[in-house]
């Protein structure tokens, strides 16, 4: 069983930076595809970033540019680097791992029943 921990949500101001990190514990995630989802209030919550168990990656486009999503194997960490926030980035973020989706080059990527496992969430909000 493998349980994935968010952190480093918080507030910030638009054009800032936040790093966001998702620690796995019970069992290595190396061999896993991970990603990151977010839910704005009152919308459904959308993929967003997805490194592969090697080192594919991608990015929706509203975060291409922007974001960088990175993994330290030796770790069992994954990472979501934030610049250049805007106010429309303000959501829950929350990590997820797939085993049998250890890839990112399919267009259903982000289907969330391929999610074996899930995080809790981080908040991060950004200021205007």
């Known amino acids: 069983q493998v349980q994935l921990v968010e952190s480093g949500g918080g507030l910030v101001q638009a054009g800032g930076s936040l790093r966001l990190s998702c620690a796995a514990s019970?069992?290595?995630?190396?061999?896993?595809?991970m990603r990151w989802f977010r839910q704005a209030p009152g919308k459904e919550r959308e993929g967003i970033s997805c490194?592969?168990?090697?080192?594919?990656?991608h990015y929706a486009d509203s975060v291409k540019g922007r974001f960088t999503i990175s993994r330290d194997k030796s770790k069992n960490t994954l990472y979501l680097q934030m610049n250049s926030l805007k106010p429309e980035d303000t959501a829950v973020y929350y990590c997820a791992a797939s085993f049998r989706r250890s890839f990112c080059f399919t267009t259903d990527r982000y289907n969330e029943d391929d999610m074996e496992y899930w995080g809790k969430g981080t908040l991060v909000t950004v200021s205007s």
């Open positions: 019970g069992s290595s995630v190396n061999g896993y595809g």
């Open positions: 490194i592969s168990s090697g080192t594919m990656t």
